[in-house]
DNA sequence: CTTTGCATGTAAACCGTTACATGATTTT
DNA sequence: AAAATCATGTAACGGTTTACATGCAAAG
């Protein structure tokens, strides 16, 4: 089975041969924001995923410039291919800090509710506009990539729009004393 | 500083004296959507926040039940108090594994393409349908929860939405085949 | 009398981030 | 000459889940 890093891993290699410094790189501009990794993660598991025999790699410096490049193995294929097609159930998991302040704000002042709310939209709203720069050169490629680059915005403008819906609420509430 | 785990703790005690038991009762059918807690992490935690003074237990057996029940101190209140107004950046993060998969989904047939996006659906749907049948009650109570709530099915119907608009489009492509 | 629920806890394994170390190359 | 970028990696730490161990009480 996969480890959960393996997965980016092999997909990023799928999509051609590629260093650890660049399988970072294009993690970081894409799945990120649902599928995070760091180089703490991705070298090890580099080592791992070709111990067992998953991807290869090669010396592929460029005049004293060091770098290593991956790319699947046949099982490596048919792995990533395994856990694509497969039903098992999908992780899902969301840590929301400002929901939790929203969830025990009872007792504060109507002032830092509404401060919250500002932030998680400011939060969601950037993340919305960041995508929508990207997003024209994502529909040229196209596929899944783009699929989930609109879904991701959609996303993130429903939460941010949703939070603007609140605030009027909140600002009245503050008015109100 | 409030360690993550922390966090929950201090507001879950807040809302009334509680063990660690009923705290994990209480995180599971509430925050555990935006901000899970697991027992190994709990009964350690308590145990630190006692050490440093922001909670403070007594025994609250009941004819042979064993039972500890904890208290915010004042410092404790304090600290929780400090958490909810601070402007600190809140942590926000997200995993999920069906938009990897989309992601990924290039090269994989559009059946299961499409098995994503309806499994995907089916999640936000069954989460959505939770957060319904537990409205009423939480409405009756209002406040915080019930604001977290109201977003959180929002949410859901919003991303089971979103899918639900998205499977046609692979079904016409399947049947294009 | 067996299962479910109340109740507390720990240990191991796993996962992940952060910070650090190193060194070459390209750009400013 | 300095700063940024390419490139690889490790160690320490912190956080989280899972599985296990224990035992009594209530409900069926």
Redesign the interface.
Known sequence: MLSPTA??IL?MI?LGRRSGYEIKQLVDV??R????ASYGQIYPELKRLEESGLVRSEDASTNGRARRAYELTERGDEA??E???S?AP????????????????????AE?RL??VR??RA?HGELAAHLRSIEPAAREKG???Y??LR??L??HD??AG??SD?EPELEAELARR
Chains 1, 2 share one sequence.
């Not at 924001?33 to 995070?36: D, E, K, T, V």
């Not at 992780?91 to 704000?105: C, V």
């Open positions: 997965r980016v997909g799928r894409s799945t924001f649902f599928w995070a990533l291919d856990w694509l097609r039903g999908l992780a899902f998991e969301m840590r929301d800090e400002g929901m939790l302040k929203l969830f025990f704000s009872d007792g504060v002042p830092h401060a919250n932030a998680m939060h596929g899944g990539p699929a989930a879904y991701g959609a996303f429903f939460c949703y939070l609140l």
